[in-house]
């Protein structure tokens, strides 16, 4: 249940811990849900498995399923803008409080907001790569080819966005899936799917961020997943601060150094300002 305590007690507490250090931020799905964009564990979050990669490769039936579903939802998350936690995390790297992100979300609003230095550790949905011959292209391109080969389909979609930026569609019969312009192989969003492993070097330089790090902010993520979950047990092991900020239970809870069950926005908004102020300089000049 979510704290009594004022918001503005609880952000002075998370920058208490935060103010000084070097902070690797941990985001995860809940951060994007005020761009529009649902999770899959959060409250109100639809109850849905997302594909996995040995059903995407057992048949081009689910190809087709899932590349009609993500055809559709496509324009929904191009449409979607980055929000307050998004810009106050930009804003945090802009005024040297956090060193990097490493996002769980496939959706690039972080890289919107004016964030830098981000790994998006389960890839982004703007890449398109062929399984045959490694081949990486702009989705954009993908849709073009797509919108061509079924003429008249999205004017016909009518369906809920799903956390992974498709369109939960029953009736898929028809449609037609492209292959690699290149060597006509298939396509697949440079995303990690649900049972695939994040590629080991991308792992690697995560690990190197949290060593590097003072202290870790997660925010938006349950860490239900093992992947995001790891580097927060990393920051535990090694003695550095461990701050979340999420609606509802996280797996780290029992370890972290504070847990706010907030909302992300309103929360990265005042803690970017309470960490600004504690800047050095920052507080002599708004004295004066």
């Not at 369109?167 to 290149?182: N, P, Q, T």
């Not at 690697?204 to 790891?230: I, K, M």
Request: aromatic share 4%.
């Amino acid at each position: 249940m979510c704290s009594v305590r004022p918001l503005y007690d609880d952000v002075a507490r998370a920058a208490g811990i935060l103010a000084g250090r070097r902070v690797l931020v941990l985001s995860g799905a809940g951060l994007s849900t005020d761009s529009g964009i649902p999770d899959y564990r959060g409250p109100g979050s639809p109850r849905r498995t997302p594909m996995s990669l040995s059903e995407f490769l057992s048949s081009e039936a689910a190809r087709r399923r899932y590349w009609a579903r993500s055809h559709a939802g496509w324009r929904r998350m191009t449409a979607a803008r980055p929000n307050a936690g998004h810009r106050a995390i930009a804003a945090m790297e802009v005024s040297g409080a956090v060193a990097a992100v490493v996002t769980q979300n496939v959706d690039g609003l972080h890289e919107k907001a004016g964030s830098t230095e981000v790994v998006d550790l389960h890839g982004r949905l703007d890449r398109v790569r062929c399984l045959d011959c490694g081949q990486v292209t702009a989705r954009h391109t993908l849709q073009r080819r797509l919108a061509g080969l079924n003429p008249g389909f999205l004017e016909a979609v009518t369906g809920r966005l799903a956390p992974d930026g498709d369109v939960m569609l029953d009736d898929v019969d028809g449609f037609r899936i492209a292959g690699c312009a290149r060597c006509r192989g298939t396509l697949k969003p440079d995303v990690v799917f649900f049972g695939e492993n994040v590629p080991r070097p991308r792992v690697d330089r995560c690990f190197a961020l949290v060593e590097d790090s003072e202290a870790v902010l997660v925010t938006g993520s349950s860490l239900t997943v093992l992947s995001g979950f790891r580097f927060a047990r990393h920051a535990v092991c090694r003695g550095i601060p461990l701050v979340i900020v999420n609606r509802g239970p996280t797996r780290a809870d029992d370890i972290c150094t504070l847990k706010l069950d907030r909302g992300c926005s309103e929360t990265l908004t005042l803690l970017e300002r309470r960490l600004a102020s504690a800047l050095p300089g920052r507080a002599e000049a708004s004295a004066r």
